[in-house]
C-alpha cells in the first residue's frame, strides 16, 4: 500500500457560475460551484480544479469569493486556473484558500514567471498547465506542440520538452491537457500523457477526453499519470466519484476509498 | 472562552488552516491567526503551519522575533506543528543547501533524493510526494482517538522529519522508504500532512487537538 492516485473533478466557472451544466437530482441550483463543490466531496474527490473562463478581468474578483466560500466549506485541495497572469493574482488566489493555482499562457509568454511564482510562493502551489496537440503525421515518430488561445494558436515549442522546463524553473506539477481529445470523450492521449510523465520527476495529471471510468483508468495504468482529471462525466451524473474509484481499484490502482 | 493562535509569519495560506480550525471548534472558541509574540503566548492552543521553503520560513521566523516565542510555546501549550510547521522544529533541514531550525526537536529533515523509487515495483517515484497516503499510528495518542489506523492523509512535499529520538514518533508513511509521518512529545504534536486539507480525518485531528489538555 502506499500513496493512492488521485481523482480530480474539473469545474469550469464563468462569472461565479459552473457552465457545461452540471446534472445532479439532489441539487438545487446546479450553477453553485459551492454546491458542486460539496457534492464532489462528498463523493470522494481527492481534489477539485476551478477553472475561471470569465473573460473580462473585471469579473475576476467574483472568482476570489468562489474560492472563498469554497475553501471554507470543504477540507481539500483546491487549485484555481485560469487568468493567473501576475505574482498579485496568485497571491490573492492562495489567500482566499486555494492551495495551488495553474498557470498557462501566461507561462508561454513569460516562462520565467513560474521561475518567480515558485520561488515566492513554493513549487508545491505551482501547477504548470499545458494544453497540447499532435502535430506529427502518421508513421511518423510521435511529437506534439504547446497550444495557446483554447487550441487554436501553435507556438511550435515541443511540449515534452517544455514540460522538463517548467520543471526545471520550478513548477511542482503538470496539468497535462490534449487539445485533440478535450471534450471527444474518447479517452486520453495515451502516448502523450506517457511521455511527459516520464520525461519530469514531478506528478502529471492527465487531462482531456474522459468519455468513460476504464479511461480513467487507462491513464492511470498505460499514461503512467499520477492523477486524472474529468470533467463532464462527473458534471451529468452519469457516474459519481465513488463508481470511478472502485472502477479503478478492481483494475488494480490504489485509489482512497 | 478558549483561544487557539494560528501562527502567521508570512509563509503561505493560512486561512485553510484557520477555516478548517474554525469549522471544528466548539462553540466560544476564537481562533486567530496572529503574528504577535503575546498574542501567540496568551493563546491556550498553538498551531504552527507552513508551506514553502526551509530556508525562507527560517528567514520570515527570525524576521518576526519569533523564535523564541515558538520555542516557549511548544514546551508550555498543547501545540500543534503542520509540514513545514513540524520540519522547522528539528534541529537542521538539509534544505536549502542546509539550513539551521529552531532545535524543538532532535533530529534532522532530509531530502527525498532524485532517485526515488518504489520498493516493490521498482517504479521511479515522483517528488514531491503529492496527495492522499497512508498514516501508521506507531503509538496510541489522544490526537488519533477516533480515526483508524492506516488511514490517509493529504501529504505534500520533498522533504521529511529525521527524529534522532525513535520514542518521538507517533507515525510512519511509506514512500519508497518509511518516513516518520507524526511526532509527539508531552505537549506538541506534529503531522507532515496537511489536516487542514484531508476531509473527514484531518478534520478528526483537528477537533482532537482542540479538545486534548496537552498530556499523553
Known amino acids: 500500500m502506499g500513496l493512492a492516485k488521485r481523482i480530480i473533478p474539473c469545474l469550469d466557472v464563468d462569472n461565479g457560475r459552473v457552465v457545461k451544466g452540471v446534472k445532479f437530482v439532489d441539487i438545487r441550483d446546479a450553477g453553485d460551484p459551492v454546491e458542486i463543490a460539496r457534492r464532489y466531496d462528498t463523493e470522494g474527490a481527492d481534489e477539485l480544479t476551478f477553472l475561471d473562463i470569465t473573460a473580462s478581468s473585471d469579473d475576476r474578483e467574483t472568482m476570489v469569493h468562489v474560492v472563498e466560500q469554497v475553501a471554507s466549506q470543504v477540507f481539500i485541495p483546491l487549485t484555481v486556473g485560469g487568468g493567473i497572469r501576475t505574482v498579485a493574482d496568485i497571491r490573492r488566489m492562495l489567500n482566499a484558500g486555494a492551495d495551488k493555482v495553474a498557470i498557462n499562457t501566461a507561462a508561454v509568454f513569460n516562462p520565467e514567471f513560474v521561475g518567480e511564482a515558485a520561488a515566492r510562493f513554493g513549487s508545491q502551489c505551482i501547477v504548470v498547465a499545458i494544453d497540447a496537440k499532435r502535430v506529427s503525421g502518421e508513421g511518423e515518430p510521435p511529437r506534439w506542440e504547446i497550444f495557446t488561445h483554447g487550441g487554436r494558436k501553435p507556438t511550435g515549442i515541443d511540449a515534452v520538452e517544455w514540460a522538463r522546463r517548467m520543471v526545471a524553473l520550478g513548477a511542482g506539477e503538470i496539468l497535462l491537457t490534449s487539445m485533440d481529445r478535450d471534450g471527444t470523450r474518447s479517452g486520453f492521449d495515451l502516448a502523450l500523457t506517457r511521455a511527459v510523465c516520464e520525461a519530469v520527476s514531478v506528478p502529471v495529471i492527465a487531462s482531456g477526453g474522459v468519455g468513460d471510468l476504464d479511461h ?22 452519469e457516474h459519481t466519484i465513488e463508481e470511478a474509484k472502485r472502477r479503478m481499484a478492481e483494475r488494480g490502482i490504489e485509489v482512497r476509498l | 472562552m478558549s483561544s487557539v ?66 520555542r516557549q510555546a511548544a514546551r508550555l501549550k498543547p501545540f500543534l506543528g503542520i509540514c513545514m510547521g513540524m520540519q522547522v522544529l528539528l534541529e537542521h533541514s538539509e534544505e536549502n543547501g542546509g539550513t539551521p531550525c529552531l532545535g524543538v526537536l532532535p533530529g534532522a ?21 503529492m496527495g492522499w497516503n497512508q498514516v501508521r499510528q506507531t503509538r496510541p495518542h489522544p490526537l488519533w482517538s477516533g480515526i483508524a489506523q492506516d488511514t490517509r492523509f493529504y501529504f505534500v ?12 514518533s507517533a507515525a510512519s508513511t511509506d514512500y519508497g522508504l518509511r518516513f516518520t509521518a507524526a511526532v509527539a512529545r508531552d505537549n506538541l504534536f506534529a503531522v507532515q500532512f496537511h489536516p487542514e486539507k484531508s476531509q473527514q480525518a484531518g478534520l478528526q485531528l483537528l477537533a482532537n487537538f482542540l479538545a486534548w489538555d496537552g498530556t499523553d
Open chain 1, 216 to 237: 480513467l483508468a487507462e491513464g492511470v495504468l498505460e499514461g503512467k499519470a499520477d492523477a486524472v482529471l474529468a470533467a463532464s462525466i462527473f458534471h451529468f451524473a
Open chain 2, 5 to 70: 493562535a494560528v501562527i502567521d509569519y508570512g509563509m503561505g495560506n493560512l486561512r485553510s488552516v484557520s477555516k478548517a480550525l474554525e469549522h471544528m471548534a466548539p462553540a466560544g472558541t476564537r481562533v486567530v491567526v496572529t503574528d504577535s509574540a503575546i498574542r501567540i503566548l496568551a493563546a491556550d492552543r498553538v498551531v504552527f503551519p507552513g508551506v514553502g521553503a526551509a530556508r525562507d520560513c527560517m528567514h520570515e521566523i527570525r524576521a518576526r522575533g519569533l523564535e523564541d516565542v515558538i
Open chain 2, 109 to 129: 529533515v532530509r531530502y527525498f533524493g532524485e532517485r526515488l523509487s518504489d520498493p516493490r515495483s521498482g517504479e521511479r517515484l515522483k517528488i514531491p510526494h
Open chain 2, 157 to 168: 512535499h520533498s522533504y521529511y522529519v529525521d527524529p534522532a529520538d525513535a520514542a518521538l
